[in-house]
């Protein structure tokens, strides 16, 4: 187990499910209809949007998943909601060091901090042309001028597809 998660795994279950329905109650997650609806299309392909939810949770910035699984090498739109009354910086310098970026919505990613602010109440969308290899990319939510925490950062891991199925020989 990574030394990130061990401590997340430490966190009582209780605080974990509190955190997540104070997200879902903020209007941080969304159905999946709702998540579908205008996807961005990256040449002809539809780029599927993955989501990163922040929000202020008893006084500390809080962002859900811990874990987000990505397709490596394949579009997708990353989407960031800050649910919070405060602007929250999102950086994940080596993802978007390794992807290809396309464009974003409301925000400019800043080359410097491989990261962008998201307003209060608010959310960018990053678009995607190709997400960066196989692995495990770092990334963190804090307030401006905060260090983030355990409990502000995460992991956005990408994944190769599964293997297409070979049919057998016929003999």
Do not use: W
């Not at 209809?33 to 922040?54: H, L």
């Not at 998943?65 to 394949?74: D, M, N, T």
């Amino acid at each position: 187990m990574h030394p990130f998660h061990s401590k997340i795994a430490r966190m009582p279950a209780r605080r974990l499910g509190v955190l997540a329905a104070a997200l879902v109650q903020a209007g941080t997650v969304t159905s999946a209809s709702a998540q579908a609806q205008n996807p961005a299309v990256v040449g002809g392909e539809i780029a599927p949007p993955v989501e990163i939810a922040m929000g202020i949770v008893d006084g500390d910035v809080r962002c859900l998943p811990p874990v987000a699984r990505l397709p490596a090498e394949e579009p997708l739109t990353l989407r960031v909601r800050n649910a919070s009354e405060l602007p929250i910086t999102f950086v994940a310098p080596d993802f978007f060091e390794a992807a290809e970026m396309v464009e974003s919505t409301d925000s400019a990613l800043d080359a410097s901090t491989g990261g962008f602010l998201v307003a209060p109440e608010n959310e960018v969308e990053m678009v995607i042309r190709e997400t960066p290899p196989v692995g495990e990319y770092g990334y963190a939510c804090s307030v401006p001028g905060v260090q983030p925490t355990v409990k502000s950062s995460g992991f956005l891991v990408t994944i190769a597809p599964p293997a297409e199925p070979v049919a057998p020989l016929a003999d």
